[in-house]
């Protein structure tokens, strides 16, 4: 190979590589997470965490990565926060300690509220979990100090997801894809799922924040009118602050979270 098509190529490479971070948007491909220790008073038994956005050791809304090996069990804690979990891949568990193992799927949804006795467990060959908390610091912290804050833990399976379409929003433009609610109000802070087939060529836009997390499928993004393109696979992320779009070309079926700050498009 001559040095021009060698030159060609390594500028390829780092096209889908390297990660895409600037004021307005943010984009980050598996191979560039950067992975610590959730708990690192635990050592080697400790699942491996990697901030996407944020940062858990401080007092600020953050979301993360969360690895977990096959028959990973915590013991009996609490947490000091609230969070949101996500299964991206595998199989977790995530209640009561007298409670029967309810193994949650890729595509699933739970809370956790501060202050509930409650055990994590994985299943899976391989484990993996977004987990967004809305202030920080994230604890760990021993049942003995538990606590009632008010909240109830919920656990929605993949398989009892509402899926909407474009038959029932009038934000989807797009043939096919579908959008399920978690929380919040489309109009102020949500969480959703998005559903997109393969092939699928579109555009996500928002007025407001917007930050989404793939949990299924392949896709490549790129940014508004910006000729860089990544590869997104499960665990992927990215976002923006302003109006501007996150373009999709999707080689399977796609499912992403989304976090917004208010309504967005898909178009």
């Given amino acids: 190979m001559d040095r021009l098509k060698l030159v060609a190529l390594a500028m390829a490479l780092c096209t889908f590589a390297s990660p895409s971070i600037s004021s307005d948007h943010t984009v980050i491909s598996t191979e560039n997470i950067k992975w610590g220790l959730l708990n690192p008073a635990r050592g080697d038994a400790s699942p491996k965490a990697a901030d996407l956005w944020g940062d858990r050791t401080k007092d600020m809304p953050t979301g993360m990565l969360v690895k977990f090996n096959k028959g990973f069990s915590s013991p009996p804690h609490i947490h000091n926060i609230s969070y949101r979990g996500i299964v991206i891949e595998g ?26 006795i409650h055990i994590t467990a994985a299943d899976g060959q391989e484990n993996l979990i977004y987990l967004k908390i809305d202030s920080g610091p994230y604890l760990v912290l021993p049942s003995e100090k538990a606590f009632d804050n008010g909240e109830r833990p919920i656990n929605v399976d993949q398989r009892n997801l509402v899926w909407l379409d474009t038959e029932d929003t009038n934000w989807l433009k797009k043939d096919n894809a579908e959008i399920a609610y978690l929380w919040g ?50 665990g992927s992320f990215f976002s923006s602050n302003n109006t501007d779009s996150h373009h999709l070309n999707t080689e399977t079926e796609l499912v992403i979270y989304v976090n917004s700050n208010g309504r967005y498009r898909l178009e």
């Fill in 91 to 116: 199989r977790m568990h995530n209640d009561a300690p007298s409670a029967e193992k309810m193994w949650l799927p890729t595509g699933s949804f739970w809370t956790q509220p501060a202050g509930e």
């Fill in 185 to 234: 109000e489309p109009e102020s802070a949500n969480g959703s799922f998005v559903k997109l087939p393969a092939g699928f060529q579109g555009k996500i836009t928002s007025d407001h924040a917007l930050k989404a997390v793939v949990v299924k499928g392949k896709a490549i993004h790129h940014w508004n009118k910006d000729d860089k393109k990544t590869a997104l696979s499960p």
